[in-house]
């Protein structure tokens, strides 16, 4: 009788525990991701104090006693110590740079930068470049982003799930595998291609019907976002008509109703999970989108909500999170307030569509459990 | 006529998936070279106890097993090379499997994976096997076709081919016959009835009638429990001990 | 006396008829127009970006190396680097895709290790892209010190494909019958030469396909690769391919887009359209080819 030989043995054995590290890589992956933004942040999140760089420099001149001089010898001395392992201010002091009245004047300086993350999400001022004063407030920007989802999901939603039910019940096998390639390909078109497109195409269209001094506004980016949303509500939309069983279809039919009698008396109450699930699929994409947002929605850093009608002002220029990384992360420092606080919007990112993609794919779930 | 040593000896055998118990300690012994039935309606246990003996019960993750099976008097479950035991059994399955492979490498596909190379020893294993499968005569101008391209009973004696293309000592069949005609079934059964000279038979079948034509010993089962274990004759005369045995194949339940 | 039945009296609609087949007729219209709605777009903004990078457009320009700081010439720096970045991005996170697959799918147990690594893989293709240029920032390009490199960029791509891989090559493993396994096990037939010898030669159109989804993907991200390797402007040999190395900064097609239309001021409209035109080109090809094999295969199946 034949034998496997020790060495087929033992490659197999190596091979399968590869396999298994392998499978375990997804879960290494998605707390590395969580690490990695988090350590890049991890300066003002954990000590809430601002280091003392160069863009500080100019701000110590203002307390009294600290003269330019002074200033640039703080900050060269500064360079040379280890700014993890001594508190740089408490250094000064120590070194007898400075006295104690200015200790506390630069302590206060620096209380009033201070990071506070309630102060970072509900403030409007972000002005990161700021030579004398930078602040970080993200308030504009999640406004900006919120105004360009939800304008998005308007548009997205009726046409992708309109889609889905024609696709789904309403046309031929023949003509259903090709909207099914076409939708694919509108899912492939590259989001920088999309910002191009709203950038040049949709600028000018809207400047022209709209008498708009500019075109590339909340408007603009919600038309291109909604356009990149709708293939993937109408897939997972199809799929979610597909699983409702063909028995539902006919019983309905033959009580003689019609079909669209049958579409929204029982077609959508037995799939609304899996339209739902569609939606928030959507959503998250509409929020995590960056290049199609970069290139579409201006660069104002502005809330495009208030109190007068209609409430959304669709014709104005925003500045969403996702953008605001983009455009911003290549002029920031490492380590420095600015790069930091990019970090912060990363995992805040992160945090919302963990939340949106959970919660989606519980409702999946939730359907194949039934 | 009881045999010097059994061929295959089961201790106690009980067997749970999750918190469902689906067989309940069985214990009985199977003498070589002859065939053994194995009746009883759906859900008894026998497929499930089949996956136990040639231990790919193993690849279902939430099965339980405890007892003892012995073959020629070694413990089946302490034997180290899982796969060398596995090749020390034949097993065919209700539903005719024909692997995407070309009919050669079907039969072929098992000595190969255990780097049996040669080529003149390859073609002889493989009509060999095709031959005691009673398929040869059908296919050997085709032996590059696909396997799945065959009609069901062809697939069925080709799934049994390379069942013996391993060199079994122990062949199992379960229910081999229920996706094929009846004359394939009785071709099969010549088959059968050939190679229980050289090999033991377990053979778990829907139709009573076919362990009365081929089994010398036959085992009842009823929801996982053994309710008799004899005399194919005996159990199929009328008077077996239990009164279901005789309800169950005079056609009264099952 | 009764009355005489009206025959065509009998055969008319009634009201409710009427209006019950109006609705059918209008919900059919709006659905469809609903639909036409979302085809047409894509029919015509690829008209119109070809119709306006006409002048630009020939096999040159992807050969050619830009000049006048990019307002003139061709693209083929971005062109090779994104093809380098596609290839050394799905290098890595193919085999690592597959096996992690092949683990989920052949091996795993249903246990609290493997709800989680599905948990995870879901939540990993929802990430922002964006998300993963900060992580491939932080961990390859300072953490493990690779500086802005096309391994790094290639790396950060990877991890964004990696559980979209996983999950279209799960899909196509699970299609393979239980059966076919089954047969080979019992044969006494390993659990990794079942899987190599029959579970992934009858998968692997399927896991193909999906793998060559993401290299539409991979070549047509930009923000994972902003910060990582891709840069405005690099200069390479000439009609080289091996132009760049593991550690240079490269251009990118999707990169050279963003940069050509927002960053250097009077580039003639038609060069940036060309750029763009060149990129879809790219993308669409790919995917036609992937979807091209789906059809063909389903078409062409042995079982």
New interface residues.
């Given amino acids: 009788m034949l034998h496997r030989s020790k060495g087929k043995v033992l490659r197999e054995a190596i091979i399968e525990w590869l396999i298994r590290i392998c499978g375990i890589s997804a879960v290494v992956f998605v707390f590395a991701i969580f690490f990695f933004v988090f350590w890049e942040a991890k300066g003002q999140i954990f000590s809430g104090k601002v280091n003392i760089n160069t863009a500080t420099a100019t701000a110590l001149t203002k307390v009294e006693g600290i003269d330019n001089a002074l200033a640039d010898k703080i900050v060269a001395q500064r360079a040379q110590i280890d700014p993890k392992k001594r508190n740089t201010v408490n250094w000064l002091l120590e070194e007898k740079v400075i006295d104690l009245e200015q200790f506390f004047e630069i302590e206060s300086q620096i209380k009033a930068k201070e990071f506070s993350f309630w102060k970072f999400l509900t403030t409007e001022k972000w002005y990161p470049a700021s030579e004398t004063n930078p602040r970080y407030g993200v308030f504009a920007l999640i406004a900006g982003t919120v105004s360009v989802s939800i304008l998005s999901m308007l548009i997205a939603v009726p046409f992708g799930l309109g889609s889905a039910l024609f696709i789904s019940e309403f046309c031929s096998p023949k003509l259903k595998e090709t909207l099914k390639i076409v939708i694919e390909l509108l899912a492939a078109i590259p989001s920088v291609v999309w910002g191009f497109i709203g950038l040049t195409i949709m600028n000018q269209l809207i400047m022209q019907i709209f008498g708009a001094p500019i075109g590339i506004t909340v408007l603009n980016g919600a038309i291109i976002l909604g356009l990149m949303s709708v293939p993937i509500i109408v897939s997972i939309g199809e799929d979610a008509l597909q699983a409702v069983p063909d028995s539902y279809r006919e019983a309905a039919i033959g009580l003689g109703v019609t079909r669209w009698q049958m579409v929204y008396k029982v077609l959508l109450p037995a799939a609304k999970n899996g339209l739902l699930a569609a939606v928030l699929l959507g959503i998250g994409r509409a929020i995590g989108e960056t290049m199609a947002v970069l290139l579409a929605t201006g660069h104002s850093v502005n809330n495009p909500f208030d109190g007068t009608f209609p409430f959304l002002h669709a014709l104005e220029s925003v500045k969403t999170l996702t953008a605001t990384i983009a455009a911003e992360m290549g002029e920031a420092p490492r380590d420095s307030d600015h790069y930091q606080v990019l970090f912060i919007i990363g995992i805040l990112l992160f945090t919302l569509t963990f939340i949106v993609n959970l919660s989606a794919d519980l409702i999946v779930k939730g359907i194949r459990n039934k | 006529m009881v045999a010097s040593i059994a061929k295959l000896k089961v201790e106690d055998l009980k067997v749970a998936y999750g918190d469902k118990q689906v067989i309940h300690g069985i214990s009985y012994e199977i003498p070589p070279n002859e065939i053994f039935g194995v009746i009883g309606p759906a859900q008894s246990g026998k497929t499930s106890m089949l996956r136990v003996i040639n231990r790919t019960i193993e690849f279902t993750p939430n099965a339980k097993v405890s007892g003892k099976i012995e073959i020629d008097g070694e413990d089946a479950f302490r034997m180290k090379d899982v796969y060398g035991y596995r090749r020390r059994i034949g097993m065919v399955a209700p539903l005719p499997v024909g692997l995407p492979l070309t009919i050669y490498d079907n039969v072929a596909f098992a000595p190969r994976s255990f780097g049996m190379k040669d080529k003149d020893q390859l073609d002889a294993l493989v009509q060999k096997c095709l031959e005691q499968a009673a398929l040869w005569d059908e296919v050997k101008d085709r032996l590059d076709s696909l396997g799945t391209k065959l009609s069901g009973g062809q697939q069925q004696r080709l799934t049994i081919a390379r069942a013996l293309s391993h060199q079994p000592e122990v062949l199992c069949l379960d229910e081999f016959s229920i996706a094929i005609d009846p004359v394939t079934t009785m071709k099969i059964e010549d088959v059968l009835k050939e190679l229980r000279e050289s090999m033991t038979i377990i053979l778990v079948t829907n139709l009573v009638q076919q362990a009365r034509r081929l089994a010398k010993r036959t085992m009842f089962l009823l929801n996982g429990e053994l309710v008799e274990e004899g005399d194919t004759e005996k159990m199929f005369s009328g008077d077996a001990d239990n009164p279901k045995t005789n309800e169950f194949v005079s056609g009264a339940f099952g | 006396m009764s009355e005489p039945v009206d025959n065509a009296k009998r055969f008319t609609k009634t009201p409710s008829v009427v209006r ?2 109006r ?2 007729k ?3 219209f ?3 127009s ?2 036409l ?3 047409l ?2 029919v015509l ?1 690829v008209g ?2 070809v119709f306006k990078a006409w002048p630009s457009l020939s096999l040159d320009f992807i050969f050619d190396m830009p000049r006048n700081g990019m307002r003139e010439g061709g693209i083929w720096p971005a062109f090779l680097g994104t093809l380098y970045l596609v290839i050394i991005s799905l290098m890595i996170a193919a ?3 597959v ?2 697959a ?3 799918n052949e ?4 246990n609290w ?1 493997t709800r ?2 599905n ?17 491939g ?3 390859f390009v ?2 493990a010190k690779m500086g802005t490199s096309i391994i790094a960029a290639s790396l950060t791509l990877a ?1 964004m494909t ?2 979209v891989i ?1 999950a279209s090559t799960k899909e196509a493993l699970s299609a393979v ?1 239980m ?2 396994r ?12 079942t899987i190599w ?2 579970v992934l ?2 998968s692997i159109s399927g896991i193909l396909t999906g793998i060559i ?1 993401q290299v ?2 991979a ?5 994972p690769i ?2 990582t390797g891709a840069v405005i402007s690099v200069n390479i040999a000439k009609d080289q391919l091996f132009a760049y190395g593991l550690t240079d900064e490269c251009m990118a097609l ?2 050279h ?2 940069t050509i ?2 960053q250097i001021p009077n580039v003639p ?1 038609s060069l ?2 060309a750029i ?1 035109v060149a ?2 080109g790219v ?2 090809l790919v ?2 080819l992937s ?1 091209s094999l789906r059809v063909y295969l389903r078409t062409h199946r ?2």
Avoid at chain 3, 107 to 110: E, L, M, R
Avoid at chain 3, 119 to 135: D, Q, Y
Avoid at chain 3, 219 to 223: K, Q, V, Y
């Fill in positions: 019950k087949e609705n059918e209008i919900a059919q709006v659905f469809l609903m639909t709605a979302m085809v777009p894509l903004i119109f970006l085999p690592i895709g096996m992690a092949v683990y989920l091996y795993a147990k249903d290790l989680t690594i948990l995870a893989v879901i939540n990993l293709a929802g990430v922002p892209s964006i998300v993963h240029a900060l992580f920032l932080g961990a300072y953490a991890v990696l559980p996983i019958p059966s076919f089954q047969a080979s096990w019992n044969m006494g037939v390993s659990r990794w030469q010898r029959i030669p009858n989804l539409s993907r070549a047509g991200e930009t923000a902003m910060f999707a990169m887009l963003y239309s927002t409209e940036q359209f763009a990129l879809l993308v669409l995917n036609a979807i042995k079982w």
